[in-house]
């Protein structure tokens, strides 16, 4: 699964890399001014025209009264990308951004192109006093601004070196205002290819989503059992949606008379109905691992989250956003929690959804990062989620390829048991109860040592330590350990480290009376129970079974040293014990102790 895992995630990450604009050769702009050169255009990406432009707020001013002011030093400096809040002290508001490029000589008269990612609310951009792109209507009110939310590629030739950008921002319906987003320089070549991969990528992977989320649903439609299918096909379905709205690829392409708000709501809500069936997906597949009351509670947050975007306005739902995705990364990090829990206990399908969970993660948290202004970067969550689908969809159908599979198994063996029931009923029902009499003594058994397990100790011991109660009838118990195990399975190996064990079992077996009790405790430990036994007969017959494992001379493989054992050993006749755990709990401190003084030794406590 690893190697299958590494072969969908190289092409993944190169596709990743060729389809980011983020290739920006290190220039920024100073004081309004940026001065590019031919290496800067020569780069393998578009420039991105970042850094400090020079601004007017609450004023929408043309080039000619730009430069006049420019005269005056009437002026602010302001980062873009930047939120004006973190400077200006508000979102709300309009201005006036303005950035003077000096382009190489031997890029005038040639073809140059500009894209702008969607600024939130409204914008125009005007090159040379020309303007070359919008976005809704910028205006100094409420009421004269008209919000859009769509991205824009243009062309233009210059005609000298020297393009004076103006950009007009207006918002008074979304929380974060300004230009917030990067813009970006190219040659004609440059910006027309990374569009064209960036938008044939989305576009595939937006397709490919789509389809094996209706597969997912179709699988559902014949098997209504298949409540995991129904949840993943849903979520492909979403993430589909949620790609159009926020990729170049923009639902208002398709529906060019949509309003801004209800594209911009359709993102939010598909962000919650991700949230919702991600915990209804993960409470399907592992129902015992994932608890009912944090899946509740999420579900509620997410429902609550959903009607209040539906009512208020971006003012007002999306600060709420913020608060949610704290909230929603918590549940991812649970849901890995899960997956983690689910992958100890060994179920199906757990370690590939734990590895395509964590790979999507990482992809969502970039998306959450974005979302929220905290880095410049590229939505990835698509990128992810085809990574994921991929995985996932190889996983659902491994799952319910098994799952048939052993249908059909137990259909074959159904039917051959009743084409001779009548002649076979006796045979099997023979055959049956010596597979469980095997089966019930194999649980019982070690599967290494073919001693008692732990599971039977555990019997035994409340078993035996009742009647002692009862009877007042001695009773002691040895916890024995082998000691450097750890040295001597490096050294050797497991398998000679497994060898070991058995050896040791069996020498403190065929010491031990007919009627002495051995089991393996755990790992390198053992333990030995010994009825009617007084506490100095314990200690006389651990100090045996340590001198004969260590007259086995086992080589450690180095200085000369060899495997030796330390006892720890406790009795009822030593002290009152009036639980078996408290008896138990008493040799095993006395076998810490005799770890700790040297090893090799034994100690009653």
Sequence with gaps: MKKCFLLLLIPFLFILSSCSNETVPPVTAQNGKLNLTIEDFASSGPVQL????????????????IKKRLIERDYANLLVPSDWANTLGTSLGYGTYYLKVTIPEEKVGNTLALTTTNQNTSYTLLV???????????????ETSEPEYSNQLVYFTPRNRE?????????????????????????????????STTLAYTMFSIGAILVMGIYELIIFFFRRKEIVFFYFGLISILISIYTMVKSPFYLNKIFPSMEWIWVYRIEIICIYLLFLFYLLFIKAMYPKEMKKIPTLIGIIIAFCSIIFTLIEQPLVFRPLLDFIFKIIILYVLYGLYVLIVAYKRKRPTARVNLIANLVYFITVLNDVLLTLNWIVSIPLSTSGFFLYVLIQSFNLSKDYARKFEEAERLSSDL?????????????RTEELKQKNDELKRLTLIDGLTGIYNRRYFDEYMSKYFEESFKNNSPLSILMIDVDNFKVYNDNYGHVAGDELLIKSSQLIKEMCPEDTFV???????????????????????????????????????????????????????????????????????????????????????
Excluded: M
């Design 128 to 142: 040379n006093g020309v303007r070359v792109a919008s976005n809704g209507f910028v205006g100094t009110s409420a």
């Design 50 to 65: 970042n850094g400090e432009w020079k601004f007017f707020w609450q004023e929408l001013l043309s080039e000619n009264e």
């Design 163 to 195: 393009l004076n950008i103006v950009l007009h921002v207006a918002n008074f319906d979304h929380p974060v205002g300004g230009a917030t987003k990067p813009i970006f320089l190219g040659t004609s070549e440059q910006i027309s290819k990374t569009n």
């Design 519 to 605: 089991a393996r405790y755990g790992g390198e430990e053992f333990a030995v129970v010994l009825t009617n036994s007084s506490k100095q007969n314990a200690l006389n017959f651990a100090e045996g079974i340590r001198l004969l494992i260590e007259e086995q001379k086992f080589s450690l493989g180095k200085d000369n040293s060899y495997i030796t054992i330390s006892i720890g050993a406790s009795s009822t006749e030593q002290h009152a014990f009036k639980k078996k755990d408290e008896l138990i709990d008493r040799a095993d401190k006395a076998l810490y102790q005799s770890k700790k003084n040297g090893k090799n030794r034994v100690t009653l406590l």
């Design 415 to 427: 039917q051959v048991l009743n084409s001779s029931l009548d002649e076979k009923i006796k045979a």
